[in-house]
């Protein structure tokens, strides 16, 4: 039943002293504030780490060649590893636990650039090698035509899917499919447009690329049989760490390394990489609640320090009201809901700031950045109110059981 006297008294008290209340009030606010700004800078930093990995089949990893170090099988160290189709067909029979197996090469190497020109407009772009499954590890939409297929391959046709930046670069406004690009001065025509799912710079460089069909890229730039790098999935169930340890003893057997020859064959697994990254945002999750926590629980502290001073100034008062009838647990209740408004309102201010402080972040915030778009969880954070409310009303048990056992005789003769 709410008491309208009760609540004047409370009112009244904690307004004798203003600057004591405003502390009081800001200490607790302080630790909700802190336990949403940690929590959403902390999920915007996994929300732009997961943007990044969305890119990728997190079941997946790549390899490719380096020099041996170690000489082996009659082979002195410093020779260059080549893979080749043979390699591709070996592993896709043998290798247990294999989804996808994508050959891959590049023109020019890794990182090189080539000249794209349709009609009068010239560009620099990366020029791939690659299989229909490669899609499957690093994935991009198809905003326009299509992607390439098996019939491509095997016919060994020369068409290509074009980046979104290499068509505003070539093609501008007009429409790019069926149309015809030379690369190196070989004529190959367009099929497809694909838009990365990453934003701002990322996306720029994701698509200043083209894919050409494997096959059709080592016929058309002289290539032979040989493959720079594979990427690779596996199947659900299947370690991929595992499926990576084959992979590199088959190799290794294959082309004579040394078993301990562990940089003659680069390799990068994104399992492990998802998984170490999700156990860094575990911990930080598990630091901000501490950080939170800890300051929640000097603002509880504080709150009921605060609340043992009132009860020493009004002494004199609570005993006068026990000398004329009041029950100890009409003082209990007066003094625990004191300490439980105290800490609500400090909490819900708290509260509202920081999730409005949250969405003005995220709204400023380039969308191309290491973060993401910070953001909380509101059933979280009004979890933690509530847990801040609990405290309240404990850190007032201990302040009130004290007014409760006051002498009424004692304290109105208390100075």
Do not use: C
């Amino acid at each position: 039943m709410f008491d309208l006297d009760k609540w004047q008294e409370i009112f009244m008290t904690i307004g004798k002293n203003k600057l004591r209340t405003f502390l009081t009030v800001f200490g607790i606010g302080w630790g909700i504030f802190m336990i949403i700004i940690l929590l959403g800078a902390g999920k915007g930093l996994q929300n732009g780490v997961e943007r990044d990995f969305s890119t990728w089949a997190t079941n997946a990893g790549f390899f490719w060649s380096n020099r041996t170090a170690i000489s082996y099988g009659g082979f002195q160290p410093g020779r260059r590893i080549t893979f080749t189709n043979k390699d591709t067909e070996m592993m896709r029979k043998r290798v247990s636990g294999l989804e996808y197996l994508a050959p891959r090469n590049q023109l020019q190497g890794f990182g090189g650039g080539n000249n794209v020109a349709y009609n009068n407009k010239t560009g620099n772009f990366s020029v791939y090698g690659d299989y229909p499954d490669y899609i499957k590890i690093q994935r991009v939409k198809i905003s326009e035509g299509r992607y390439l297929n098996e019939k491509d391959i095997q016919d060994e046709r020369k068409i290509v899917v074009i980046g979104r930046n290499v068509k505003d670069v070539l093609f501008e406004d007009e429409d790019p499919i069926g149309k015809y690009l030379k690369i190196s001065g070989v004529n190959f025509q367009v099929v497809g447009v694909f838009d990365s799912k990453r934003t701002g710079d990322q996306a720029d460089r994701d698509t200043q690329s083209v894919f050409v069909p494997f096959t059709t890229f080592q016929k058309a730039f002289n290539y032979g049989n040989t493959v720079g790098w594979y990427g690779y999935s596996v199947k659900e169930g299947y370690d991929v760490s595992k499926v990576e340890d084959q992979i590199i003893t088959m190799l290794q057997k294959e082309h004579s390394i040394h078993p301990l020859d562990v940089d003659a064959i680069g390799h990068f697994n994104l399992r492990q990489e998802y998984e170490e990254m999700s156990g860094l945002f575990t911990g930080i999750n598990l630091f901000t609640w501490f950080v939170g926590i800890s300051t929640l629980l000097a603002g509880v502290i504080g709150v009921s320090n605060i609340m043992l001073i009132i009860i020493k100034e009004r002494t004199k008062e609570i005993g006068i009201r026990k000398a004329l009838g009041a029950t100890p647990f009409s003082i209990i209740s007066l003094i625990i809901q004191e300490s439980i408004f105290l800490t609500a309102i400090g909490g819900y201010v708290a509260l509202v700031i920081g999730v409005f402080l949250i969405e003005a972040i995220g709204n400023a915030m380039p969308s191309d950045g290491i973060m993401g778009a910070p953001e909380v969880d509101m059933k979280v954070a009004i979890g933690a109110l509530g847990l801040l409310i609990i405290g309240g009303a404990l850190a007032g048990i201990m302040p009130a059981r004290k007014a409760a056992a006051i002498s009424p005789i004692e304290a109105i003769h208390n100075e």
